[in-house]
Structure formats: structure tokens, C-alpha cells
């Protein structure tokens, strides 16, 4: 079993940045794939990023590319994402995930078997 906790949101203007974390416990998510999804009110949650641990390859939504970046520290097991140039569209719980099967890096949530509690990021204009 894989625990995560993610931190680091908050409240920010457009145009400014956050960095979330994403810690795992449990078991190392080093040879996992790991994601970033994000869940407005009333919207579906939406993908916005992964990356293969192993390989580094990442994957990101056209809406958060070149903006947002992901990034693992083996020796925190921990994932994050910076989030720069923030935009009020951007406002949302964003979640962390883990699949736990081989396989790339995939934009459905069904894909993921494990996730975080959520933390929430509010863009102001």
C-alpha cells in the first residue's frame, strides 16, 4: 500500500507560483508512475501531468505546458509540481497519484490506484 499526502496550496495572484509536494509512504514510488490531476468545482477531475519515475518521461496537458513542471526526489520519495505563471482557470483541488501497475503514463483516473487527500489552489485576478 502507498500513502500520499500533498501540501503547498494556497492562495496566490495570477501570474505568481506554488510548488505542491506529494509525500509517499509506505513503499517506495521510484519504478511507479506518478501524476497530477486537478478537480474545479462542478468539473470532472482532469489530468495535468505524470511523469515515469524510472525513465523521467513526462506528460503534460496542453492547458499547464510550459508552465507547470514535475519533479521526484528519491531520497524524500516525494513528487512535486511547480506551478508557475498561474492563472485563475488554474484554481482547483489538485490531487496526486500513483499507479501501481506497469504501463505509461495515462491521462484517465481509473489508470491511478492511488491517491492523495487533495490540496487546494486558488488563483485570484
Known amino acids: 500500500q502507498v500513502q500520499l499526502v500533498e501540501s503547498g496550496g494556497g492562495l496566490v495572484q495570477a501570474g505568481g507560483s506554488l510548488r505542491l509536494s506529494c509525500a509517499a509512504s509506505g513503499r517506495t514510488i521510484s519504478n511507479n508512475v506518478v501524476a497530477w490531476f486537478r478537480q474545479a468545482p462542478g468539473k470532472a477531475r482532469e489530468f495535468v501531468g505524470g511523469m515515469s519515475w524510472s525513465t523521467g518521461s513526462t506528460y503534460y496537458a496542453e492547458s499547464v505546458k510550459g508552465r507547470f513542471t514535475i519533479s521526484t526526489d528519491n531520497a524524500k520519495n516525494t513528487v512535486y509540481l511547480q506551478m508557475n505563471s498561474l492563472r485563475p482557470e488554474d484554481t482547483a483541488v489538485y490531487y496526486c497519484?500513483?499507479?501501481?501497475?506497469?504501463?505509461?503514463?495515462?491521462?484517465?483516473?481509473?489508470?491511478?490506484?492511488?491517491w492523495g487527500q487533495g490540496t487546494q489552489v486558488t488563483v485570484s485576478s
Open positions: 497519484a500513483v499507479r501501481g501497475r506497469n504501463g505509461g503514463i495515462y491521462i484517465n483516473t481509473s489508470a491511478y490506484e492511488y
